[in-house]
């Protein structure tokens, strides 16, 4: 059993080889292209906690992928996109050329870029342990460009992997013309390394750190992250240092300090624990240090996986005496 962390995602799915002609990005002529489909249907049941109506407790969701790749002049052309809840609409998109030791350039529509894909690396058998609660469950998570919306940049320098992001303006997903979403401009970076490329075995860690302008004669936004993972037999343990400066007097600044372990016990299954603090810097009033832990279980059968998430949180999102906890069961099957 895999244990995860933020950003990783099921990756058994079958390949469905299909041959397609897809034209060229230039408009000269057609070229063959190699399409894969994958896909996963997940259903929930979820309790929240007795001061709220929890109605309907049963969900579903159907993931679909569709990746389409070929040769264009000369690179590797690309095109990713996944559609959610039965074709409800177009959930994330991305086009990218590969240009070998130059590494690989894209437009992301939500897919993941930049610092946002190491804005909780904590070991975990399932989801995060801030998942499905209250508020606005981004406190303490890093991310100045978004995934949406954004150019991404991503090469490996001597093990070394570098995840760049920028965006022009506000993080609107577009289609054709200028967004008119609200926003300014914004760039971050994530770096990664295996520590078995580095001369230490089991370890993996990471630096990311990003600017967003917050308006006007105000500044910027700053955030950074730090992360670290070590894996030893059946064991992997993590911790997560995260800083959010917030420009402006008014400005409320994040530390957000996070650890988790997590247990393979064996080859199907896998539980964890995490706990995490958010300690909210209110210019004028007391900080406020909301408290989270939760743990999870996952167990895979091939492509099917019974998964459960029991998440509690205190002085939830800046506010005093805003407790929430929530209990998710999920079952997915990947195709």
């Given at each position: 059993m895999k244990i995860i962390t933020k950003g990783e995602t099921m990756n058994n799915f079958k390949k469905v080889g299909l041959t397609a002609l897809a034209g060229s990005l230039a408009a000269i002529s057609a070229n063959a292209a190699e399409m894969t489909v994958s896909g996963a249907t997940l259903l929930t049941y979820t309790s929240e906690d007795t001061s709220e109506t929890t109605g309907n407790p049963y969900g579903m969701k159907t993931n679909l992928a569709f990746t389409a790749s070929g040769e264009v002049n000369g690179y590797t052309v690309?095109?990713?996109?996944?559609?959610?809840?039965?074709?409800?609409?177009?959930?994330?998109?991305?086009?990218?050329?590969?240009?070998?030791?130059?590494?690989?350039?894209?437009?992301?529509?939500?897919?993941?870029?930049?610092?946002?894909?190491?804005?909780?690396?904590?070991?975990?058998?399932?989801?995060?342990i801030w998942d499905g609660l209250d508020g606005t469950t981004t406190g303490g998570l890093v991310g100045a460009a978004g995934n949406s919306g954004v150019w991404n940049y991503k090469t490996t320098v001597a093990g070394v992997a570098f995840n760049g992001a920028a965006r022009k303006g506000s993080g609107t997903s577009n289609a054709d013309g200028a967004s008119s979403g609200a926003g300014q401009s914004a760039w971050d970076f994530a770096l990664t390394a295996d520590g078995d490329k580095l001369g230490v075995d089991g370890l993996a860690m990471g630096f990311g750190y990003g600017e967003a302008e917050a308006g006007s004669n105000i500044g910027d936004n700053e955030h950074?992250?730090?992360?670290?993972?070590?894996s030893t037999g059946p064991v992997t343990f993590g911790i997560q240092m995260s800083e959010i400066d917030n420009a402006g007097t008014a400005g409320i600044d994040e530390d957000a300090d996070a650890w988790g372990i997590a247990f393979n016990v064996n080859d199907n299954l896998s539980v964890s624990y995490g706990q995490r603090d958010v300690e909210y810097k209110n210019p004028t009033s007391t900080n406020v240090t909301e408290e989270g832990e939760g743990v999870a279980i996952a167990y895979t059968m091939g492509s099917i996986k019974i998964a459960g998430?029991?998440?509690?949180?205190?002085?939830?999102?800046?506010?005093?005496?805003?407790?929430?906890?929530?209990?998710?069961?999920?079952?997915?099957?990947?195709?």
């Open positions: 690309s095109y990713y996109q996944a559609s959610q809840d039965q074709f409800a609409g177009m959930s994330s998109a991305r086009l990218s050329i590969d240009m070998g030791d130059m590494g690989t350039v894209a437009f992301d529509q939500g897919s993941g870029s930049g610092l946002a894909t190491i804005d909780d690396k904590t070991p975990t058998a399932a989801e995060e950074m992250t730090v992360f670290a993972n070590y998430n029991i998440n509690e949180v205190q002085d939830n999102d800046n506010t005093l005496n805003s407790d929430d906890s929530m209990t998710e069961i999920a079952l997915s099957f990947a195709f």
